[in-house]
């Protein structure tokens, strides 16, 4: 079965750090661009981080730039997104989502052909 799974999420306090993973199962990573979604209750679902295939080319929403870090392991088949200086804010269901793509060095938060079922990241005291 092709599917991405999301592990790493929990209760955190605000100014704190979690490290999610989004690994691949069924399938390897090489060829997909990556992005990270989140949806806090009753607010839309938003495009958090992508990266592409390569992972030269990334991307941040504006409330998370400067403290997000999306990165890549092909090698181990996983995507990470490191969070750092965690708001109340940022307490969401993340979801990762994979496409496959031609493009090496290009990623957005369109056509996804992979979701996962998401992980709850706390942020609270």
């Known amino acids: 079965q092709l599917q991405v799974v999301e592990s790493g999420g929990g209760l955190v306090q605000p100014g704190g750090s979690l490290t999610l993973s989004c690994t691949a199962s069924?399938?390897?990573?090489?060829?997909?661009?990556i992005s990270w979604f989140r949806q806090a209750p009753g607010k839309e679902r938003e495009g958090v981080s992508c990266?592409?295939?390569?992972?030269?080319?990334?991307n941040y929403a504006d409330s998370v730039k400067g403290r997000f870090t999306i990165s890549r392991d092909n090698a181990k088949n996983t995507v990470y997104l490191q969070m750092n200086s965690l708001k109340p804010e940022d307490t969401a269901v993340y979801y990762c989502?994979?496409?496959?793509?031609?493009?090496?060095?290009?990623?957005?938060?369109?056509?996804?052909?992979?979701w996962g079922k998401g992980t709850l990241v706390t942020v609270s005291s």
């Open positions: 989502a994979a496409v496959l793509t031609s493009y090496v060095d290009r990623c957005d938060y369109s056509g996804m052909d992979y």
């Open positions: 069924g399938f390897t990573l090489d060829y997909y661009r």
């Open positions: 990266i592409s295939r390569s992972g030269s080319s990334t």
